[in-house]
Nanobody, 123 residues
Framework: QLQLVESGGGLVQPGGSLRLSCVAS????????IGWFRQAPGSERKGVSC????????MSVDSVKGRFRVSRDNANNTVWLQMNSLKPEDTAVYYC????????????????WGPGTQVTVSL
């Protein structure tokens, strides 16, 4: 059974950067597309970025395009989310999850959710 664990969150000032990691165990990571999601307080969980199983295709939602980049290393069972030019509205708990394809990073299509990592963007 695939298990995912996120790390790398923290407190950062506006304009700063963080790199989140999603480490897989239990199943070969190259079977799965991996999506990144976030959930701010009082809001629903939403898709942010996704990368196909072999890394050939990536996508991000408009609010993070040009600032966030998703990448992966299947040999080391790790997916990263590089977040640059962070804004206060990026504050949320960030999750990674697995699916067969990215499509439109729809929440119901993803499973094997990690526990999440908190990202706080503030002065």
């Amino acid at each position: 059974q695939l298990q995912l664990v996120e790390s790398g969150g923290g407190l950062v000032q506006p304009g700063g950067s963080l790199r989140l990691s999603c480490v897989a165990s239990g199943m070969p990571l190259n079977y799965y597309a991996i999506g990144w999601f976030r959930q701010a307080p009082g809001s629903e969980r939403k898709g942010v970025s996704c990368i196909s199983n072999n890394g050939d295709n990536t996508m991000s939602v408009d609010s993070v395009k040009g600032r966030f980049r998703v990448s992966r290393d299947n040999a080391n069972n790790t997916v990263w989310l590089q977040m640059n030019s962070l804004k206060p509205e990026d504050t949320a708990v960030y999750y990674c999850a697995a699916s067969l394809r990215c499509d439109n990073v729809r929440l119901p299509d993803f499973g094997s959710w990690g526990p999440g990592t908190q990202v706080t963007v503030s002065l």
